[in-house]
């Protein structure tokens, strides 16, 4: 069976950091983009970040440039975000995915990890 | 970046009815375009992609078409497990945007 399972999310401070990681199993991890995307409280969804399937390629929204990295360790079989000067804004859902074979949609979701950013 | 739009922003509908939902890009995305429906507390599960074709478990009533600049999602027979946001996606460009959701609630 298909899993994605993040970790690594909390309460931190503005201007703190914070790493998400995601456990992929039941699928050939090394094969696919993977992505984040978040959902602020009540609010809709964003795509935060991409990542080729050998990790030469990486794409980012405008909001988190300079300040998230995203990577990935398929011998691990893992995603990551790390999130640095973290805002207010920042505060969401993050949501490990899977992209699609044959597009650029998200075929499989992870089930979230929670950030709040707030002092 | 293109902007996606969906209408209407909610629906009241009842079991056994027809519903349409609306999405339109800012510009054209051939058919890069995906739909998910969320229910509260959980992710987002992919219903169609490629404009219409159907993901694999997901009931035939569930149908997308469209192309170009504007799509639609219908339901041809609302259920009561269909009661959820639904978000079209752009899968054209990065970044890959969303619409802002249309909610179906019970009527």
């Known amino acids: 069976e298909e899993q994605l399972v993040e970790s690594g999310g909390g309460l931190v401070q503005p201007g703190g950091s914070l790493r998400l990681s995601c456990a992929a199993s039941g699928f050939s991890f090394s094969t696919y983009w993977m992505t984040w995307v978040r959902q602020a409280p009540g609010k809709g969804l964003e795509w935060v970040a991409n990542i080729k399937q050998d990790g030469s390629e990486m794409y980012y929204v405008d909001s988190v440039k300079g300040r998230f990295t995203i990577s990935r360790d398929n011998a691990k079989k893992s995603l990551y975000l790390q999130m640095n000067s973290l805002r207010a804004e920042d505060t969401a859902v993050y949501y490990c995915?899977?992209?699609?074979?044959?597009?650029?949609?998200?075929?499989?979701w992870g089930q979230g990890s929670l950030v709040i950013v707030s002092s | 970046d293109i902007q996606m739009t969906q209408s209407p922003s909610s629906v009241s509908a009842s079991v056994g009815d027809r519903v349409t939902i609306t999405c339109r890009a800012s510009?054209?995305?051939?058919?890069?375009l995906a739909w998910y429906q969320q229910k509260p507390g959980k992710a987002p599960k992919l219903l169609i992609y490629a404009a219409s074709s159907l993901q694999r478990g997901v009931p035939s009533r569930f149908s997308g078409s469209g192309s170009g600049t504007d799509f639609t999602l219908t339901i041809s027979s609302l259920q009561p497990e269909d009661f959820a946001t639904y978000y079209c996606q752009q899968a054209n460009s990065f970044p890959f945007t969303f619409g802002p959701g249309t909610k179906v609630d019970i009527k």
């Open positions: 995915a899977r992209r699609g074979a044959s597009g650029s949609w998200v075929g499989y």
């Open positions: 510009q054209g995305i051939s058919s890069w």
